[in-house]
């Protein structure tokens, strides 16, 4: 049975960044690809770190882990991303265990996305995990953690109406393009990206314009020819991308590169173009500006727009926290029960050890010892204070961590000693861990 007293051995974080303090550009540079976030995986087992998983999305790049040191997850992060240490410190959050954990049930139940009761980042949680798995970077503390979010996650979404509405990052763009463009319908629209907000997105855009004159491309054109398929839409070469935005008004970014892929010189205009920039990183070079006629927006922007919609989802956020509760204090009983279990098994076996000391004292004194009886009593004995210490483990109200450690003083049981948070890193890379 593993051992979740983790005062005594690791902590566990949830450390990164999101949208609330961190703008698109920074994000950019902490993103991971699918490619990263693997190299990510086999540096920390590298390393020597037990359990962790690690998310990236357009909104945020999180990882979740145990360590000795918060900053032995922040090197992961910033050696295998184009973020800096600086950086990170500028615009980062770090939660340790109980916060950690409240973080998570927040992350993955759509509570503290960009877009109230977006439900896209647990399907990247789940993602993550599936992988973190298959390295055998998940302990039972994580997987059992994991599974209470997801728990969480499907209830609200069954049991609230949250998630009620078309409300997400690609619908916002779709309502930003009606409410902006005149006569949608007869307007060439073209999407570059075929990654799931650009399948939604076109999804939308279909379903929402009644436009005929809607272009796919994408670097793999097959990927584009899928979607088409579904949608009755146009597909075009990656080779004929210039020459389509020359005919296009509204221009669709939502691709998965690492740089721009769109810029000034990509543009040669004869009309006004409308460029949607839905990318992290951004995939739209901020020169673009620079051409008369070109209007640029990111989904920064477009995560900021609110409608009748999101506001009746606020009046539902109580109801989710309520489950929530209920969710994360069964996993807190189960993780308490895992932390004391260990302690109250070598309490036993140290009030066995005394029994069996003072039962052969006895047993040369008594010439007619009852062996059997003595061994009886000494075990309900024994059985009673246990359980009167589990029970005390056991209540709401107990402080286990400090129990466990007084329990562990009293009868010299567990004296693993406790290393202290290293300072001078802390002060190094001035990470506040209060």
């Excluded at 007293?5 to 920074?26: C, E, Q, R, V």
């Excluded at 927040?106 to 993550?128: M, N, Y």
């Excluded at 721009?260 to 739209?284: E, H």
């Excluded at 539902?316 to 204090?329: F, N, Q, R, V």
Aim: include cysteine; proline fraction near 2%.
């Amino acid at each position: 049975m593993e051992n979740f007293n983790m005062s005594k051995t690791t902590t566990f974080y949830a450390l990164g960044l999101s949208y609330k303090k961190a703008d698109a550009t920074i994000r950019g540079k902490f993103s991971l690809d699918a490619n990263a976030q693997s190299a990510l995986l086999v540096q920390a087992k590298a390393e020597g770190i037990k359990s962790l998983i690690v998310t990236s999305t357009c909104n945020r790049t999180e990882i979740y882990g145990f360590a000795n040191h918060p900053y032995e997850l922040i090197k992961l992060l910033c050696e295998n991303s184009n973020g800096s240490v600086e950086e990170f410190r500028e615009v980062a959050y770090i939660y340790k265990n109980q916060e950690a954990v409240n973080h998570m049930f927040r992350v993955g139940t759509g509570l503290d996305s960009q877009i109230l009761g977006d439900f896209e980042i647990i399907s990247q949680i789940k993602i993550a995990f599936n992988q973190s798995k298959s390295q055998d970077l998940v302990n039972t503390y994580l997987d059992r953690l994991v599974n209470s979010v997801i728990q969480a996650s499907k209830k609200i979404k069954t049991d609230t109406e949250i998630s009620s509405g078309a409300t997400s990052v690609s619908f916002a763009s779709v309502q930003y393009i009606i409410r902006n463009v005149e006569n949608i319908g007869d307007k060439n629209i073209l999407l570059f990206g075929t990654g799931k907000i650009g399948r939604n997105t076109c999804e939308n855009l279909v379903k929402h314009t009644k436009n005929g004159h809607i272009t796919l491309v994408n670097r793999t054109k097959n990927k584009a020819e899928k979607i088409a398929g579904k949608l009755n839409v146009i597909v075009k070469d990656y080779v004929n991308l210039q020459e389509e935005i020359q005919q296009t008004d509204v221009l669709v970014v939502a691709t998965g590169a690492k740089n721009p892929t769109i810029d000034k010189a990509v543009l040669n205009l004869k009309k006004p173009l409308l460029i949607l920039d839905l990318s992290i990183p951004r995939n739209v070079n901020p020169d673009v500006e620079q051409i008369d006629g070109v209007t640029l927006i990111h989904l920064d922007y477009l995560s900021q727009i609110t409608d009748d919609t999101l506001e009746r989802r606020k009046y539902h956020i109580p109801a989710a926290e309520a489950i929530i509760e209920d969710i994360k204090l069964e996993f807190n009983t189960w993780m308490n029960g895992r932390k004391y279990a260990p302690t109250i098994h070598a309490l036993k076996a140290k009030l066995n050890d005394i029994v069996a000391g003072e039962l052969a004292f006895q047993r040369k004194k008594i010439s007619n010892f009852d062996q059997e009886q003595a061994d009886l009593i000494s075990a309900r004995i024994i059985q009673k204070i246990t359980s009167h210490f589990a029970s005390h483990l056991k209540d709401e109200n107990t402080s286990v961590d400090e129990s466990i450690e007084f329990i562990e003083k009293v009868f010299q049981i567990g004296q693993s000693a406790s290393k202290n948070t290293p300072s001078e890193i802390e002060e190094k890379y001035k990470i506040n861990l209060s």
